[in-house]
């Protein structure tokens, strides 16, 4: 079975600094799609960024990147020039089209606070 | 694009009794999903459907839950004599028809049983 751990539960940035989010996982499949959510308090979750793993590139948006390492099955979140907005619960996901399963299967997230 | 709209926002029930979420997806997603999330947790996937059609079920979905979408739209869970450990945040989602596609999360039920 597919699994990820996110082994940080907690992390804290400053404003305007960068923080780097860890996320491993493990499959046995070669097709697969990786993501990055972000759960606000009180809020719905929402999409940060996604990585197909077929594609060698590290997927950016904006001020969010990844450092996806297929090999080592292992894809970390780097949020550059934090702010306050950016604090939220953050979890890492992983879906698979082999198999034929829908399930996007999540880690057990990370808090990240900004401090001002 | 409204978003996920998912009713009521709270429920507290007394153990036992049964209770009914309903989610409206986005309108031109034919995808649609039920995750359950307890504190500390990520969320766990429940169930899915390909407009209304029952696709998938977790093996969390005990006999006592039960998923409809009737026409394709709108999708109701339905717990029957609930327990204690139902206690969670119920969350719907819905997206468009790939892989890579992203779900759209709604606010989400949180149920309380007592």
């Known amino acids: 079975a597919q699994t990820v751990t996110q082994s940080q539960p907690e992390m804290s940035v400053q404003e305007a600094e960068t923080v780097t989010l860890s996320c491993t996982y493990d499959?046995?499949?070669?097709?697969?799609?990786l993501f990055w959510y972000k759960q606000p308090p009180s809020r719905q979750m929402i999409l940060v960024i996604r990585?197909?793993?077929?594609?060698?590139q590290n997927a950016t948006e904006n001020r969010f990147s990844v450092n996806f390492q297929k090999a080592a099955k292992s894809f970390s979140l780097k949020i550059s020039d934090s702010q306050l907005g950016d604090a939220a619960m953050y979890f890492c996901?992983?879906?698979?089209?082999?198999?034929?399963?829908?399930?996007?299967?999540f880690g057990k997230g990370m808090k990240l606070t900004v401090n001002p | 694009d409204t978003g996920v709209s998912q009713n009521p926002r709270h429920k507290i029930t007394k153990r036992g009794q049964n209770v009914t979420f309903r989610c409206d997806p986005i309108s031109e997603h034919n995808r649609l999903y039920w995750y359950r999330q307890t504190l500390g947790q990520g969320p766990e996937f429940l169930t899915y459907?390909?407009?209304?059609?029952?696709?998938?079920k977790s093996r969390l979905l005990s006999d006592r839950f039960s998923a409809e979408r009737p026409k394709g739209s709108f999708s109701t869970l339905e717990i029957q004599r609930t327990e204690q450990g139902d206690s969670a945040m119920y969350l719907c989602?819905?997206?468009?028809?790939?892989?890579?596609?992203?779900?759209?999360f709604g606010n989400g039920t949180r149920l309380t049983v007592t």
């Open positions: 459907f390909q407009n209304e059609a029952q696709l998938e």
């Open positions: 990585q197909e793993a077929y594609k060698q």
């Open positions: 989602a819905s997206s468009r028809g790939s892989y890579n596609s992203p779900l759209h």
């Open positions: 499959t046995s499949e070669s097709d697969y799609y």
């Open positions: 996901a992983y879906r698979s089209p082999q198999g034929g399963s829908e399930k996007l299967v």
